[in-house]
């Protein structure tokens, strides 16, 4: 698909403002498709072990971070581009005994790390904020050691491929610069020197959520929501409107989510 113009800038504006409070009142502090049992299916198959040192890029509210650190017995790091989620997620960390983890504020096109330096990459439906697609990929390989994995999860172009209109209306609102495919991360990982242990498409169970996530809006969070939106209902509606619009390509298969794990061979 085209690119829709989106920046880093667009993602900060997001994640310091009212659109990143309403993605947490739905979605929780893991903001990711699943919450714990997402990130408990990737980090087995990942098979991270007490001691590895991981690094979640766009690591957010540093929710990545604490599950790693307290599921695992990894010593976790992170790397994210907005201020106020690097402050809050040391915050946070901090308050739940995981002062030690470490979060940085920096471009994950420029991975603020030597190179060689991590066992595992990780990453939770976040990598599609991110402009150059293929020069993080190529950063998440420089900062892993030989054998070390690259996991994460992802929203993508869905199985049945998108129309270019319908990507970029998602995008825009999402503030998305673009999205790949499933093939599309696979040849990027390849082309990097990963050899892919699974790429897997999880489009069925993404639609299921997006549906729990307009049911919480329209019912138990309604309130909640609107305070976070200052009881604007043009906001509340346009938004009510792109998500039913996000759940209608994702149950066609056209929008969904992807799961990868892939090991550094060279």
């Given at each position: ?117 991590f066992d ?39 199985p049945a ?36 242990l699974e ?68």
């Amino acid at each position: 698909m085209q690119k829709t113009g989106m920046t880093l800038e667009n993602v900060k504006e997001v994640y310091s403002g009212f659109e990143g409070r309403l993605w947490e009142l739905i979605m929780g502090e893991q903001i990711h498709i699943g919450g714990y049992a997402s990130s408990k299916a990737l980090g087995d198959i990942a098979g991270w072990k007490t001691g590895d040192e991981v690094v979640d890029l766009c690591s957010a509210l540093g929710a990545g971070m604490h599950f790693l650190a307290r599921t695992y017995g990894v010593k976790a790091f992170g790397v994210d581009a907005t201020p106020h989620m690097v402050d809050e997620s040391k915050r946070r960390l901090a308050a739940a005994g995981f002062g030690h983890c470490e979060a940085k504020l920096g471009d994950v096109t420029a991975i603020p790390y030597p190179d060689g330096r991590f066992d595992g990459v990780w990453g939770e439906d976040a990598w599609c904020y991110v402009e150059d697609k293929a020069k993080l990929i190529s950063e998440a390989a420089r900062v892993l050691r030989p054998g070390g994995k690259i996991a994460f999860t992802d929203w993508l172009v869905g199985p049945a491929g998108m129309d270019e209109a319908s990507a970029q209306r998602i995008c825009s609102v999402m503030k998305f610069p673009d999205m790949l495919c499933l093939k599309g991360y696979t040849s990027l990982l390849e082309k990097s020197g990963f050899r892919v242990l699974e790429a897997s498409d999880h489009t069925p169970d993404f639609a299921d959520h997006i549906q729990n996530y307009l049911g919480q809006l329209a019912g138990q969070r309604h309130f909640d929501a609107m305070q976070i939106l200052g009881w604007n209902y043009d906001v509340f509606s346009f938004l009510g409107a792109e998500f039913g619009f996000m759940l209608s390509k994702a149950r066609a298969g056209n929008f969904g989510r992807g799961r990868f794990v892939a090991v550094k061979e060279r």
